[in-house]
């Protein structure tokens, strides 16, 4: 039986109320911003919004049409417009992650746990909710929600959605992974893989079609410098945006045993905080067959860190995954010590608040990780005290 409505209701109440005041307790980057001069992508996206699809022909921002045409036609400003979309995207995020772990066969008090952990994690809510500019926002609740359409077998609708991810940002497509990963029944499974070109099919058309509809005009040195007339651009604004251009300006250095065996793992600590690396971890041993199924996603989503740059928004979009196996290892810990699994969340509900205290977003900082550490610790150790106390039942043997 489910909840009554009103529960339902207060619920959703509740967590609109704890973005709501995440995005007014985070310093913004509004134009009176010490940083707002910067050679940021915000610019890029004001200039879409304030002139239309087809404006830019700077890849690949030109191509992200999603946000800005949506706020172009919101009857407000442009500041607030793009405001309006990224707290509504960052609670539909949020609500998505509450219904992923719904589908993974979780309870309540566990997918609200789950919510607890995703809204720690600085670059997933709070940098975009200061960046509030950025396409980032609307396109990890797509991904997030396009996850939950696939595990509920709404094949038709991911792919809906999809098309309007590719629209929003291209990196989106990546989460069609795991349309077959999550969906196969075998290794290989040619049904499954049917399905999933069927669902991005549509999505990779509507890519191509962005591409030859808006063409790039990254190395034009007439455009460059008639655009850069209008909008602050960076050093890479005019680089080439191919493949193999962009590995050399951002991949070839990272290629590496040093790279791969001491870079990546930090960056997963400061993208994500130690707390939730280590739950994933120790979902993914207590669940390989989950942690397999989301592996390709995570692994392309760390690929992305070889064609371009601001590691941790490019890592983040693996949060869906890492959120998913952390609740896997907080139930498996909880139940080898016979505590309640709610004791988990703490240092994420903690994380959470110092980042509403403090109002200025930023990487999973060592006071962060060291609330995290201490916090799995406390709980750890006053689990392992209160099994060692407690008789063994018939249940438990």
């Not at 022909?57 to 400003?77: D, I, N």
């Not at 601001?310 to 290892?329: F, Q």
């Amino acid at each position: 039986m489910g909840p009554q409505p009103w529960v339902a209701a207060a619920a959703i109440a509740a967590l609109a109320a704890v973005v709501a005041v995440l995005a007014l307790s985070t310093e913004v980057l509004t134009p009176s911003h010490s940083n707002f001069g910067n050679p940021w992508d915000h610019h890029k996206y004001i200039y879409l919004a304030e002139h239309g699809p087809g404006s830019l022909h700077l890849a690949p921002f030109g191509w992200r049409l999603g946000v800005p045409t949506v706020v172009s036609f919101l009857p407000v400003g442009t500041e607030v417009g793009f405001r309006l979309v990224a707290a509504a995207s960052v609670f539909a995020a949020a609500m998505g992650i509450y219904s992923l772990s719904r589908v993974h066969g979780f309870d309540r008090l566990m997918s609200a746990g789950a919510v607890a952990l995703y809204l720690s994690v600085p670059v997933a809510a709070q940098w975009l909710l200061y960046d509030f500019w950025l396409s980032d926002a609307a396109a990890f609740a797509i991904v997030i929600w396009v996850i939950v359409l696939v595990k509920r077998e709404r094949l038709f609708w991911a792919a809906v959605l999809l098309v309007v991810g590719v629209l929003t940002k291209e990196s989106v497509i990546l989460v069609g992974t795991l349309v077959y990963s999550l969906r196969a029944v075998r290794l290989v499974d040619w049904r499954a893989l049917a399905a999933a070109v069927a669902v991005i099919a549509p999505a990779a058309v509507t890519a191509m079609v962005l591409r030859l509809a808006i063409p790039a005009l990254n190395t034009d040195a007439g455009y460059i410098e008639e655009i850069g007339k209008q909008i602050p651009l960076n050093r890479f604004d005019d680089l080439a945006y191919t493949l193999v251009d962009q590995f050399g300006a951002f991949g070839a250095d990272r290629l590496s045993i040093r790279a791969t065996f001491v870079t990546v793992p930090l960056l997963f600590i400061l993208t994500f905080g130690v707390g939730i690396v280590v739950l994933a971890a120790v979902g993914a041993l207590d669940a390989p067959a989950v942690a397999l199924r989301y592996s390709p996603f995570v692994v392309v989503s760390l690929a992305q860190l070889l064609v371009a740059r601001n590691d941790d928004r490019l890592l983040v979009l693996a949060a869906p995954a890492l959120v998913v196996l952390g609740l896997y290892g907080v139930a498996w810990l909880a139940d080898r010590l016979r505590i309640a699994a709610a004791w988990f969340f703490l240092p994420a509900v903690a994380v959470l608040l110092g980042n509403l205290w403090s109002g200025v977003p930023r990487q999973m900082l060592w006071g962060d990780n060291l609330v995290w550490l201490g916090g799995l610790a406390a709980v750890v150790l006053a689990g392992s005290a209160w099994r060692a106390h407690t008789p063994i039942t018939h249940h438990d043997l």
